[in-house]
């Protein structure tokens, strides 16, 4: 499965971005799908995921209630709507897919789109 991510920019702290990830290839309600995220010198990190049906959503703590992953299968576009902004969300932000909501919550043998980028800075 191909995915190209988007909706990355710079925003002010407090502010919101809505990023999106287009899939292509293979049959997208197949597919579990997650946001992750990667800060200048740190690890991956796992952001959000959202299972196969849309009906079960994980997020790392430190997103609850601030971000949204949300899907919509007739369009094969996964969305992550974030709220209130702070500088250390800045990062690139990347989408991932696998058929398991648990394997992709691991990040390990995923497939992954190219990344967005989020810079909140005033």
């Known amino acids: 499965v191909q995915l190209q991510a988007s909706g990355g920019g710079l925003v002010q702290p407090g502010g919101s971005l809505r990023l999106s990830c287009a899939a292509s290839g293979r049959t997208f309600s197949n597919y579990a799908m997650g946001w992750f995220r990667q800060a200048p010198g740190r690890e991956r990190e796992f952001v959000a995921a959202?299972?196969?049906?849309?009906?079960?959503?994980l997020y790392a703590d430190s997103e609850k209630g601030r971000f949204t992953i949300s899907r919509d299968n007739t369009k094969n576009t996964v969305f992550l709507q974030m709220n209130s902004l702070k500088p250390e969300d800045t990062a690139v932000y990347y989408c991932a897919a696998d058929p398991s909501l648990p394997d992709l919550r691991t990040g390990r043998n995923v497939y992954w789109g190219q990344g967005t980028l989020v810079t909140v800075s005033s």
């Open positions: 959202i299972s196969r049906s849309g009906g079960l959503t």
